[in-house]
């Protein structure tokens, strides 16, 4: 049931072309210019008179949340938290039935984001799920929702939910935007247009799994690795850094890109593997000065980069190349070989993929 791949994980990270379409398939009409949900056009109201969305997850689902706050902020200009559900569940915090709780989970059985959605409700904010799994906890709790469709995933790394959780969240966002008028009818277009094209985007950015392959063995007996990124990617950062400790075991970890002069640069030297995202969209500049700071500690760079990108290549040991799109879909593209590099990694060392020790696919006790 594999599907022909070694590991369930592999499988999933191969499926994702087809999960992003799946995704959106059905609900983005590009030439007609029209995105339709269900569960956004009978809540319609509701959105466009909140005061604020608060977003509610664990893991990498609340990474996917992270990611959401941009697009949010920027399509839509409705501000945004991203909670913890953990955190969110014991804080006493203020809600109203102002905001609109969205809670992100892929098995639907979390339970840390279930007891935030209780709590959301019982203080009168509307809460809408982003599930992955049908019929699930979660999806029966919400007052509304939107499935991903990304079929199940069965590696306890999670891949395609996450890149499929942020189509969803960009349809849920194109939307809002356009029924507010935050963004004009052509712009509108121009970002369906391009989200149709992510999924054989996708297919191209997995065709560097041979180069990631080699990187991953030149640096499998690393005992740290930094995950860098800004905007968009930040939160693309923290996804990577958290694959690579729950498979591989090796400590990583993820940050703005900027933040590194105020304490993690301390940790740079020779022997320290870091991987940057610094696709032409985004402050990418900014980027390549961080990846200038970095090499002049002697750091190991593994770019992220657009393809054709000379200025990083000249600075990087390496560079993984993905197909250029619009800054707001980038995630989609950086966070695939950051997937490959993990699953290569844990793969060499021995290690249990798609059941890495001490997880569990769906938390379902706190
Ligand atoms: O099913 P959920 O999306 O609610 O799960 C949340 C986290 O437990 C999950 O994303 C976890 O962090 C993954 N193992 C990460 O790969």
Redesign the pocket.
């Given at each position: 049931e594999k599907g022909g791949f070694d590991h369930f994980m592999l499988k999933e990270i191969y499926e994702q072309p087809s999960a992003i379409l799946d995704t959106f398939r059905g609900r983005m009409l590009p030439n007609e210019g029209i995105i339709k949900m269900s569960g956004i056009e009978d809540n319609m109201k509701t959105f466009l008179n909140a005061n604020r969305i608060i977003v509610v997850?664990?893991?990498?689902?609340?990474?996917a949340g992270l990611v959401s706050e941009y697009i949010f902020e920027n399509l839509a200009r409705i501000p945004v938290e991203v909670e913890y559900?953990s955190e969110f569940r014991y804080r006493n915090p203020v809600i109203t039935d102002k905001d609109v709780v969205i809670a992100?989970?892929?098995?639907?059985?979390?339970a840390?984001?279930l007891a935030a959605i209780k709590l959301a409700k019982s203080r009168g904010a509307f809460v809408f799920g982003v599930?992955?799994?049908v019929g699930s906890s979660?999806a029966r709790e919400t007052d509304a929702g939107a499935y991903t469709h990304a079929g199940p995933e069965i590696?306890?790394?999670?891949?395609k939910?996450?890149t499929t959780?942020i189509t969803v969240l960009t349809l849920i966002a194109l939307r809002l935007a356009r029924a507010k008028g935050t963004i004009s009818s052509s712009e509108f277009r121009h970002h369906m247009i391009e989200l149709e094209l992510i999924p054989e985007k996708v297919k191209k950015a997995l065709e560097s799994d041979a180069y990631v392959k080699t990187i991953a063995d030149i640096y499998k007996n690393s005992n740290n690795f930094l995950y860098l990124g800004r905007g968009y990617n930040f939160p693309v950062a923290l996804?990577g850094a958290?694959?690579l400790k729950?498979?591989s075991y090796i400590h990583a970890e993820g940050y703005p890109a900027a933040e590194m002069k105020h304490g993690p640069i301390a940790l740079i030297d020779e022997n320290m593997p870091i991987v940057v995202i610094a696709t032409k969209k985004g402050h990418y500049e900014k980027v390549v000065s961080n990846i200038q700071e970095i090499k002049s500690r002697k750091g190991k760079i593994i770019g992220i980069v657009t393809e054709g990108d000379e200025q990083v290549k000249a600075l990087a040991d390496h560079v993984i190349e993905v197909p250029e799109t619009i800054e707001s879909l980038t995630p989609l593209l950086t966070t695939i070989p950051l997937q490959l590099l993990s699953y290569h990694i844990a793969l060499m060392l021995d290690k249990n993929v798609d059941q890495?020790r001490n997880?569990?696919?769906?938390?379902t006790v706190e």
């Open positions: 997850a664990c893991g990498t689902s609340w990474h559900a992100i989970s892929q098995s639907g059985e979390t840390d984001t599930c992955n799994v979660i590696g306890v790394a999670s891949t939910a996450f959780q996804e958290l694959k729950e498979i890495p997880l569990a696919k769906a938390v």
